[in-house]
């Protein structure tokens, strides 16, 4: 049996919490720049409804696109 956890499984409260918070504040950065979600999820080569679950904290979507955002926006340096 894997201890590991999956994405059916419920995630702990903070890490749900903080990832809603991660996607709003992309969300917020992409309004701020001006750009669509088409231009936004162009730029990070995702689809616009993959952008819309990263900027409401999906924890589905992958690293990679929430990094990718991060660098869109200059903050990569959060990821480390």
């Known amino acids: 049996m894997s201890t590991e956890l999956s994405i059916a499984s419920p995630l702990p409260a903070a890490v749900e919490r903080n990832l809603r918070q991660l996607g709003e504040h992309l969300r917020i950065a992409r309004k701020r720049r001006k750009q669509s979600l088409a231009a936004f999820a162009e730029r990070m080569q ?16 992958s690293m ?3 990094a990718t955002a ?8 959060y990821l480390g």
Do not use: F, N
């Not at 689809?47 to 999906?58: F, H, V, Y």
């Not at 991060?70 to 340096?77: A, M, N, P």
């Open 46 to 61: 995702v689809s616009i409804p993959t952008l819309r679950k990263l900027e409401a904290g999906d924890p589905a979507v």
């Open 64 to 66: 990679a696109s929430y």
């Open 70 to 77: 991060l660098w869109l926006i200059g903050r990569v340096q």
